[in-house]
């Protein structure tokens, strides 16, 4: 989907790195914590079991015999010339997460609407770098 470049000139992008996965124990929910470089700024996203597992997994370097929905994603990509080239969480309303992955086609680059989750998770598979707007 094209369009989706967040506005304005002055968008401070914070590299993060996933610091770990833990459950809440209100909500039996599994949380994405993503830490910067520095150690300074954290922020926790609640997420589903299945895309938690399927981000727990790539941290573990679990091969799955199978290719899960995540692979599959990044091989058509893939296979179709594309690189994806970070991913962004982009946007905090309603407390719910927005993001955005970037994908370069040779020609252009493309911002795809996200659930965080499942961004992450493909970030991972990419080697792609995990950036969050300041503003969230």
Not at 28 to 48: A, C
């Amino acid at each position: 989907m094209r369009g989706l470049e967040p506005e304005g000139e002055d968008i401070m992008l914070i590299e993060m790195n996933i610091k770990g996965l833990m459950v809440d124990p209100v909500t039996n929910l599994p949380i994405v914590i993503l830490k910067d470089r520095d150690g300074e700024r954290v922020l926790s996203i609640w997420v589903g079991v299945f895309e938690a597992n399927a981000i727990a997994h790539q941290i573990e370097n679990v091969s799955p015999q199978r290719p899960m929905t995540h692979d599959l994603l990044r091989n058509v990509i893939v296979d179709l010339s594309g690189r994806i080239t970070k991913i962004v969480v982009s946007d905090l309303r309603d407390n719910t997460f927005y993001a955005l992955i970037y994908v370069d086609t040779g020609t252009d680059t493309v911002a795809i609407d996200s659930r965080p989750s499942d961004a992450i998770a493909l970030a991972l598979r990419a080697q792609a770098p995990i950036f969050v707007e300041e503003s969230v």
